[in-house]
């Protein structure tokens, strides 16, 4: 590929796009234009929490209250902006009148009191928060992918210009890595661009087809889900006791991979225990609600565990379904979304029939589903029998017996133990017998119950259906109603993030008030109804999107003034590109080397990792007893998690302590040090190296292999003098120093194949290791 | 000594790239490749240092009189009763039950429950007055007590929490519940660092031997919440390689390497002119600083400039990695070199049985170090730019956990009504003891300090409105005081 030196001749200041803005001829929308200002500089004295903070006896969020006569005059008196108070107070320059309180250091922008001011003129015309509307397919133009015709509607209002398309290498560079988190081998490489050749609308279906089908793509859709489940190998806090909750998160591969609608997903997590008819796998789904932390600190109060498992469940569903962050109401209403603490607190109703009391710290705490095959229960059932027995002679024996018995018990209750952890047991939901009544906890502490409370859901969002014993069920099936305005908005953003590393609302995890307005908001929405209307296919929607030209564009910066314009490139004109989750870089690197080993499910793994590190944390309490063989090589996915300390080789992941739904994506050196040095990049180069050395004897071949192999493609002439240079200077380096070359290549435990020159091979190793550490192989581009 | 420490977003626009750790010379220098100011403003802006995306420090309105920060963090609630907090009224009451007046419906951790009818327990050691400002110490701390002229003794601190996890984040980001940016953290992003070579922000743990009841340290004392995570606490490990990765592969030589990593920074600067991407521009400065580090922690670590008399001055654990002595002369190294924010861990205060016993081993450990550490940046005339902060997350009740007449069992609670912290340097008055309990050591009564005060004071040292700094974060303004706090003016020099 030919480089293209184009120096980027920026202006001085960069400017970001202005969301929210009075422009001249364009008409004021109450939740576009109005409503943030509001939330953003006003609700946190005059919003809807009513317990405390609130000033002047006035709600801004109220409308009924904001336009009320007072004393003769009115706050805001729609038509006439001269005569409302707001704008009084807004442009005052008294410090005792000024609003907002010039302490606050937070003064409007006069562009924002300009909208406020036409809005007022206007009419003051009330509305609803955009993310509590009904999900409405908008209308698009049917000669066009509808997502690029939406997309090309608000390039057409800037005047940006969209980029061309990626070449076909970076396209299914880009495919297999968003799709099955593996990067393409050379041999679907070159099918797919030959096939694109001849017809690329083919080319891309089947690609699609093809990546949508692998058991690999279940395994990447996997990654983002644990991560907002907060799932985790261990306990978490003093003791991080280890779990077995990896049957579920096998239950969510699988599920996945044979594409359960999302509404069959929602309910079957949320509540699975209490479908008619449930089967083993709709209990075992229910996992998702248990995967929180478990306290076993001594002086814990079991009361207020239980009361912190309940919040964590219900936070969690408020995250990753209503995009909602209903922690504040834990103590306080809502400062600026219509959430009382009441409905807080129906919701943690909902949860709060769980039979767990918090005591103990069991990372098997009842109710647990057992998955194992019956050969492994058998001998299970038939040892604690044998137990059992021995203890009961144990307790009649005479003197002189006991001895012998003592040691029997001893014996059995070891056999036991080791059969027991034979029989993986995932904590499940179950709701109890008798119901338990649910407080409005003051503060959120668990001994200041208030008010009593029942389930139920806040009305602003929409109505809770049906009628009749309301329970997690119920919720679930609210959750996909139709009608909900939310959840299919908060589903197709996240996988949208997936794709595009920013969601067309930023914060995933807040769709509430205060969230941005989405600038493409005609295209949220086709997404949601799509969704919603296609059975919540989560397949079909993931290749409608890939398939459009928008997802398919170059992602480099054509021109400098669209990017000082859109530096987060929330308008679309160009693809995505952002550094790839750091488990991704993992699983590329040994896919590149032909070490990754494929098998999907089981127990967690432990690959490499540098000594000492559980023992610090644990006081010695836990030694890490890294795996060998093949397991050293599975996907990430499979690695260990131990919840105080995860694994070392991954960065800027979910700490898997509560639900993360938003990516990190910092650079900082840490990071770097890991792929130049850790034992599994020196490896996999090491590997990888061996392959391209046996591959060929011509150079320029063994070149194009690697480029193949990390970035999808060959170094163009420039690049490949680069790397000539690299590998000249590994071989006089490792010529000059004997045994230099045998110390690099006995990293790793894979054997090293026969017949290869050391120094060779070394050179060619590190050369490898440079080239793993490449902005472009660590990118999705 | 770096004379750039804690720049500022409306320092020079040189000072800031310097900020960034980039270092723009050297990569012109190699990769002859241009990259306007606005891309490094964007660069700046989707960091949030300019307020381009949530970020909201305002022009300083505060002289800033500590620009480094050495917090000597104490796991486990030191008790302030046996240590700093004379109560002579202990000795009187003395197996005696606690009084009824002064227990008012607090609550207790569980090992407690119901404190009514439990007994007062005197303090363990005696307590002496010392040094010209006549504080007391008790002879747990002989070292401390001989700087006691150079300490400001808080000793009306009050938090709300009340269990080990919840108490710390609390006091280190202003939450009971983990997730919040940790101080160090928004110092971090608040500031950005004075080292070149170094991370901004750096914690190191320890745990003295033989310690039966030891709490974990959890990533989030130091994390960085909702902010970027470049700005959370390097956490150095207490071994040979505190950072991890550090170490070329075996075979791999340093030489080799560099001309690697510059043909590394030729092949991303080629892929920068195509895509215009300006993280590219950070991850070729982020290499460089990994390289950086390679050597200067390597020589930070190595502690064969340091003469035999101050190796000495920090005890005979100094030369222990892992240990708490080891950790505070690595505390001082970090600040000379412009590291911004170092926070040390020591676990172990938690004597619910122990008073008689690991407290001694408690106070051994860390009595000396601590006190060498101040006495060391003093000589070196880096304590008056740097505050040095010792405490822990609450104190321990005035009466007895345990049985009275079981001297070697001796124990006391969690107590979250009054402890004490000592503060040193960075522009707080030496000599002084501020604020009081009662005549119990239970409540705060005299100027009482709250865990957000103490904060705020700590923010306001470095020059920072505790109020303005602040980051959008779900659609809220979050600030490390959330929306408490005060300054304890009467500290300050």
Not at chain 1, 117 to 126: D, H, L, S, T, V
Request: charge should be negative.
């Amino acid at each position: 590929m030919p480089l293209r030196p184009f120096q980027l001749l920026f202006a001085t200041l960069f400017l970001p796009i202005v969301l929210t803005s009075a422009e001249p001829g364009r008409e004021v929308l109450f939740s576009r234009d109005v409503l943030p200002i509001l939330s953003d500089t006003c609700f946190q004295c005059h919003g809807p929490d009513a317990n405390k903070g609130r000033k002047g006896d006035l709600r801004l969020d109220d409308e009924a209250d904001a336009k009320r006569e007072r004393d003769g005059h009115r706050v805001i008196a729609a038509g006439n902006a001269d005569a409302s108070e707001l704008v009084r107070r807004l442009l005052s320059d008294d410090p005792e009148e000024q609003m907002p309180p010039p302490d606050l250091g937070r003064p409007l922008t006069s562009t924002q009191i300009a909208t406020l001011r036409q809005w007022i003129a206007e009419g003051a015309k009330w509305g609803k928060h955009w993310a509590f509307e009904r999900i409405e397919r908008p209308a698009v133009p049917e000669t066009a992918h509808p997502i690029d015709a939406l997309v090309q509607r608000g390039l057409d209002e800037t005047g940006m210009r969209a980029n061309p398309l990626a070449p076909p290498e970076t396209l299914i560079r880009r495919l297999s890595l968003d799709l099955t988190g593996i990067p393409p081998t050379p041999g679907e490489a070159a099918a797919f661009q030959s096939e694109s050749i001849r017809n690329p609308q083919s080319a891309i279906q089947n690609a699609v087809d093809r990546l949508l089908a692998s058991p690999a793509y279940g395994e990447r859709l996997a990654w983002d889900w644990l991560e907002a489940a907060r799932y985790a190998d261990s306990n978490g806090y003093q003791g991080d006791n280890e779990r077995t909750m990896w049957p579920w998160r096998d239950w969510v591969v699988e599920a996945y991979n044979k594409n359960l609608p999302y509404d069959q997903f929602t309910m079957q997590q949320l509540a699975g225990d209490l479908l008619p008819s449930a089967t083993k796998e709709h209990i075992l789904a229910t996992g998702f609600n248990r995967n929180h932390m478990i306290n076993g600190e001594g002086g814990r109060i079991a009361e207020e565990n239980r009361v912190d498992y309940v919040m964590d469940m219900t936070e969690t569903m408020g995250t990753v379904w209503l995009g909602l962050t209903l922690n504040c109401c834990r103590c306080h209403d809502h400062k600026f979304d219509p959430l009382t603490q009441a409905d807080y607190y129906r919701f943690t109703a909902f949860f709060n029939q769980t039979p767990v009391t918090g005591a103990g710290g069991s990372p098997q705490t009842a109710p647990v589903l057992e998955i194992a095959p019956p050969e492994a229960i058998a001998p299970r059932d038939a040892a604690r029998k044998v137990v059992a027995e021995q203890k009961a002679l144990l307790a009649k024996a005479a003197e002189g017996e006991k001895a012998a018995l003592e040691k029997a018990v001893a014996d059995a209750e070891a056999k036991l133990k080791s059969l027991e952890t034979a029989v993986p047991k995932v904590m499940v939901m179950a709701d109890q017998k008798e119901k338990r009544p649910t407080f409005i906890l003051d503060h959120g502490l668990y001994d200041a119950p208030g008010e009593e409370v029942n389930v139920g859901v806040p009305a602003a969002i929409l109505p809770l259906l049906g009628d009749g014993e309301l329970d997690r069920l119920s919720l679930a099936q609210w959750l996909v109603s139709r009608e909900h305005p939310l959840t299919a908005r908060v589903a197709v953003n996240r996988l949208w993030q997936m794709l595009f590393g920013i969601g067309l609302v930023k914060t995933a995890e807040d769709f509430g008030v205060q969230a941005e307005y989405p600038l493409q908001r005609e295209l949220l929405d086709w997404l949601a109804a799509e969704y919603i209307e296609s059975g919540w296919d989560t397949k079909a929607l993931l290749k409608t999107i890939v398939t459009s030209e928008t997802y398919r564009r170059s992602s480099a910066i054509e021109s400098p003034s669209d990017f000082e314009n859109d530096p987060e490139n929330r308008r679309l004109a160009r693809g995505p590109r952002f550094r790839m989750p750091s488990w991704m870089i993992r699983d590329q690197a040994l896919a590149a080397a032909g070490l990754l080993q494929r098998g999907i499910g089981g127990n967690p793994v432990f690959p490499y990792q540098p000594a000492g590190i559980w023992d610090e944390a644990t006081f010695g309490k836990k030694t890490y007893q890294q795996s060998s063989g093949s397991d050293l090589y599975r996907r990430s996915l499979y690695s260990f998690w131990r919840r105080i300390v995860g694994p070392t080789e991954f960065f800027d992941t979910a700490k898997r302590q509560v639900c993360e739904v938003n990516p990190l994506r910092t650079n900082t050196p840490m990071h770097a040090l890991t792929t130049l040095n850790s034992t599994t990049y020196v490896e996999a180069a090491r590997v990888l190296a061996g392959e391209v050395i046996k591959s060929s004897g011509d150079e320029n071949a063994r070149f194009t292999l690697t480029g193949q192999r990390l970035i999808g493609r060959a170094p163009a002439a420039e690049e490949a003098a680069i790397w000539k240079r690299s590998l000249a200077r590994a071989k006089e380096a490792f010529a000059k120093e004997t045994g230099a070359a045998a110390k690099f290549l006995a990293e790793g435990e894979s054997k090293t194949p026969a017949g290869l020159d050391p120094a060779e091979h070394a050179a060619w190793a590190a050369l490898c290791l440079n080239l793993m550490n490449l902005d472009e192989t660590l990118t999705k581009e | 000594m770096n004379a750039s420490h804690f720049l500022r977003p409306d320092s020079p626009a040189p000072l800031r790239e310097h900020q960034l750790g980039i270092n723009r010379r050297h990569f012109f220098g190699r990769a002859a490749t241009g990259i306007g100011t606005a891309a490094l403003a964007s660069l700046l802006g989707r960091d949030g240092l300019l307020g381009a995306d949530g970020g909201t420090l305002p022009a300083p309105n505060i002289a800033p009189k500590a620009k480094r920060i050495i917090y000597l963090f104490q796991n486990g609630g030191p008790t302030h009763v046996d240590l700093f907090d004379y109560k002579p009224r202990l000795h009187q009451l003395h197996g005696k039950a606690v009084p009824a007046e002064y227990l008012g419906g607090k609550r207790f951790s569980t090992m407690t429950g119901d404190p009514s009818g439990k007994l007062m327990l005197e303090p363990v050691e005696p307590f002496k007055q010392h040094g010209q400002s006549g504080a007391w110490v008790s002879a747990f701390m002989p070292h401390t007590a001989s700087i006691a002229d150079d300490l400001c003794f808080l000793k009306s601190l009050h938090t709300d929490a009340i269990n080990h996890a919840p108490a710390i984040s609390f006091l280190l980001s202003g939450a009971q519940i983990p997730g919040r940016p940790t101080m160090g953290a928004w110092l971090n992003y608040g500031l950005g660092t004075g080292s070149q070579d170094l991370p901004g922000f750096v914690v190191m743990t320890s745990v003295s031997k033989g310690t039966s009841c030891g709490q974990i340290f959890y990533d989030f004392y130091w994390g960085s919440g909702f902010l970027p995570t470049r700005f959370q606490g390097a956490k150095f490990r207490g071994s040979r390689d505190p950072v991890l990765y550090l170490n070329n592969p075996d075979g791999l030589s340093p030489t080799l390497r560099r001309g690697l990593l510059d043909d590394l920074a030729e092949l991303n600067g080629m892929k920068l002119n195509q895509t215009g991407d300006p993280e590219i521009e950070t991850r070729i400065a982020q290499y460089e600083m990994a390289y950086r580090m390679q050597t200067s922690v390597p020589e930070l670590t190595d502690f064969s400039d340091e003469p035999e008399h101050i190796l000495a001055m920090y005890g005979p654990q100094v030369r222990e990695p892992g240990t708490f002595a080891y950790n505070c002369l690595m505390a001082r190294r970090l600040a000379e070199r412009g590291v911004g924010f170092i926070q040390c861990m020591h676990a172990g205060w938690d004597q619910h049985n122990s008073l008689t016993t690991e407290l001694y081993n408690q106070c051994r450990d860390t009595d000396q170090p601590s006190a060498a550490l101040v006495q060391d940046l003093k000589m070196r005339g880096l304590l008056d730019d740097t505050l040095v902060i010792w405490g822990g997350e609450f104190g321990r009740t005035p009466f007895i956990q345990g049985d009275l007449a079981n001297r070697e069992r001796w124990g006391r609670d969690h107590h979250p009504y009054a402890f004490t912290s000592w503060l040193a340097g960075g522009g707080v008055k030496p000599g002084i003891t501020y604020g009081a309990s009662d005549d119990l050591g239970f409540n705060a009564v005299e100027n009482p300090v709250h865990v957000h005060d103490l904060q705020a004071t700590i923010l306001h040292l470095s020059g920072i409105d505790h109020e303005r700094l602040t980051y959008r974060f779900q659609g809220r303004y979050f600030r490390l005081t959330d929306v408490h706090g005060r300054v304890v003016r009467d500290i300050l020099a």
